[in-house]
Each structure stands twice: as structure tokens, then as C-alpha cells.
């Protein structure tokens, strides 16, 4: 814990206490639920093939949204959405129109959840272009002569006080080797492509 958050309990008149694990008035079940997920991570990176991915997350995920709270009763897929989860099967075999009154009720709180949030995304759509225009504004106007002319001048022309451009990388200096192949059947997300470190014994181009 840092000085400042120590300071300020002790101005609050607050004491801090480390929370235990698998009490439901802590957080100890969402340090469970993360466990969880870092041990399957850990038991796919640990697996030669690493073919079903999409499929273990997938059912990962839905296990722990619809998982029942300790302390709410309820799980947090119902929290967010207003209606149990269903499977694909039992979607399939029920309809929603045609449901009881409870599904019918999460159906019009679903639609209505969707239209406000359409709303809500094309007004944060428009807020962020008036944003960027404003900035890209800014930015022009306090840009200096130089910095415009540079801008302006075409691709071809070349500044005769323009410094040339300074090398990164030279012989003797100590790089990192990407490779963007790895082993046939293994999956790039986890796979390791930074190898090294090598040092630059010749340097034939530059790029």
C-alpha cells in the first residue's frame, strides 16, 4: 500500500483490512472467478495442439456469467441483461413472443435497452467527430512555419537544410528478432515471436 493511500486513511479516520478468499461480502469470489480463468489460460498454453481456443473461451465465459452471486442471489448475466441465459438448444425450442409473461416482459426491456443504446452510440459517434475536428484545429493553428511548410511541400521536394535521417539501429547495437512464423498447429496469440537478444555484426541496407 502507498504512502499517500496510508495518508489518506489515516485522514479519513478509515482502517484497511485484506480481504479473504471465497467470502461473498469481499471480493474474494471475483479473485475466484479470475482464478479460474488464468488456470485455463494456463492449461492451453501447456497443450502442444492449442486447436479449440474459440471454443474453451467461449464456454468459459458463459460458466462464469451465469454463475450465482453469494451475496446478490442472482447471476451476473441477469444482473447486465434483465433474463436468465439460455442455451442454443433451448432458444431454439422456446420463443420468446410466444413465452410466459416474464419472457415477454424481457423481451420489451431488451428492445427498449436497444434502442437507447443505439441513441446512446450515435450520440458518442457524433460527440467524438465534433471532438477530433475541434482538436485537428487546434493542432493546425498552433503548428509552427516550418512544421506547415512541411506539411505543404510535395513528396518529391527535399529541404536542403532538412537534417538527413538518423539510423536506429547500427553494427554492435543489441536487437530483438521477430519471426512471424511459429510451429504448425500452435496459435499466434500465444505463441512466443520476439527472440533474442542478438547483437548486429553487418549492417547490408536500410529500410
Keep these: 500500500m502507498s504512502e499517500v493511500f496510508q495518508a489518506f486513511a489515516e485522514m479519513m479516520q478509515s482502517r484497511s483490512r485484506a480481504t479473504l478468499s471465497y ?40 460458466a462464469i456469467n451465469n454463475s450465482q452471486d453469494g451475496t446478490r442471489k442472482e447471476t451476473p448475466f441477469y444482473l447486465v441483461h434483465g433474463w436468465d441465459a439460455q442455451s442454443t438448444l433451448k432458444a431454439m425450442s422456446s420463443s420468446l413472443k410466444l413465452g410466459s409473461g416474464r419472457q415477454s416482459d424481457a423481451l420489451a426491456w431488451r428492445r427498449e435497452f436497444n434502442r437507447q443504446q443505439e441513441i446512446a452510440l450515435s ?18 493553428e498552433t503548428l509552427g512555419r516550418q512544421e506547415r511548410e512541411s506539411l505543404t511541400r510535395p513528396s518529391g521536394e527535399v529541404d536542403s537544410n532538412e537534417a538527413p ?13 521477430y519471426m512471424e512464423r511459429v510451429k504448425p498447429g ?14 548486429i555484426k553487418k549492417k547490408v541496407e536500410e529500410r
Design 186 to 199: 500452435l496459435t499466434k496469440k500465444l505463441a512466443h515471436r520476439w527472440h533474442g537478444l542478438f547483437r
Design 123 to 140: 450520440m458518442a459517434k457524433e460527440y467524438q467527430t465534433t471532438e477530433k475536428d475541434r482538436r485537428a484545429k487546434e493542432h493546425n
Design 23 to 62: 467470502r461473498p461480502q469481499a471480493n474474494g469470489q471475483q479473485e475466484r472467478s479470475v482464478k479460474t480463468v488464468m488456470q485455463s489460460v494456463r492449461v492451453y498454453a501447456e497443450d502442444p495442439l492449442q486447436q479449440d481456443w474459440d471454443e474453451i473461451a467461449e464456454k468459459l465465459i458463459f
Design 165 to 177: 535521417p538518423r539510423s536506429l539501429f547500427g553494427p554492435g547495437s543489441r536487437v530483438w528478432l
